[in-house]
């Protein structure tokens, strides 16, 4: 069993910037691919940021792309959620997911249920 554990949220002031980090527990931790969701208070999750692991190709949702940068580092199964330019409406709980079988196309990296573990989530909160 894997478990994804989230990690650098907080509060913040708008503008600022915060990391999050997802690391897997499972030593032979083996991932196609991993993933940002985010729900704020009364609002559906919503995809933020997904990653291929083994080439490293990157997708973003368009209400954070030029401001979050996803990576990872494959020696630590750990992925990595950089934020700048941080706004309110980004305020939400963030999750880690990870899709540990089949292939990750590029076109349906924002479908949740293909990834298969998930993380417990990290709050981030951004004030004016």
């Known amino acids: 069993q894997v478990q994804l554990v989230e990690s650098g949220g907080g509060l913040v002031q708008a503008g600022d910037s915060l990391r999050l980090s997802c690391a897997a527990s499972?030593?032979?931790?083996?991932?196609?691919?991993m993933a940002w969701f985010r729900q704020a208070p009364g609002k559906e999750r919503e995809f933020v940021a997904a990653?291929?692991?083994?080439?490293?190709?990157?997708s973003y949702a368009e209400s954070v792309k030029g401001r979050f940068t996803i990576s990872r580092d494959s020696a630590k199964n750990t992925v990595y959620l950089q934020m700048n330019s941080l706004k309110p409406e980004d305020t939400a709980v963030y999750y880690c997911?990870?899709?540990?079988?089949?292939?990750?196309?590029?076109?349906?990296?924002?479908?949740?249920?293909?990834?298969?573990?998930w993380g417990q989530g990290t709050q981030v909160t951004v004030s004016l």
């Open positions: 997911a990870a899709k540990t079988r089949g292939v990750l196309f590029s076109n349906t990296v924002a479908v949740g249920a293909q990834y298969n573990y």
């Open positions: 499972k030593r032979t931790f083996s991932s196609v691919g």
């Open positions: 990653i291929s692991w083994s080439l490293g190709n990157t």
